[in-house]
């Protein structure tokens, strides 16, 4: 099994910036797929942004030209840079890594946007 800590969440004001960070406790050369996940309150959760072992990338329409999703392997980490944030983009944010050990969640760090 693989632990994920999420961190870089925070309070930002609009038009402005976070990098959220994904550490697994182990190599992740071999995953599948690295994912960021949001959930709003009352909202049913949303997948943000994917990436491949590859390196192609996913992004829901709402976060395109926005949001970069990314990772190191070296560092075990996948990484969501968020820039131009809005309002709308408040929630918890989790990552979630499957690979030939199943599927692993990380705990959640919030993301507050406001003035």
């Known amino acids: 099994q693989v632990q994920l800590v999420e961190s870089g969440g925070g309070l930002v004001q609009p038009g402005g910036s976070l990098r959220l960070s994904c550490a697994a406790s182990?190599?992740?050369?071999?995953?599948?797929?690295g994912r960021w996940f949001r959930q709003a309150p009352g909202v049913q959760r949303q997948l943000v942004a994917a990436i491949t072992s590859g390196g192609s990338t996913t992004y829901t329409d709402s976060v395109k030209g926005r949001f970069t999703i990314s990772k190191d392997n070296a560092k075990n980490t996948v990484y969501l840079q968020m820039n131009s944030l809005k309002s709308e983009d408040t929630a918890v944010y989790s990552c979630?890594?499957?690979?030939?050990?199943?599927?692993?969640w990380g705990q959640g760090t919030q993301v507050t946007v406001s003035s």
């Open positions: 182990r190599s992740i050369y071999n995953m599948y797929t």
């Open positions: 979630n890594v499957m690979g030939p050990w199943g599927i692993s």
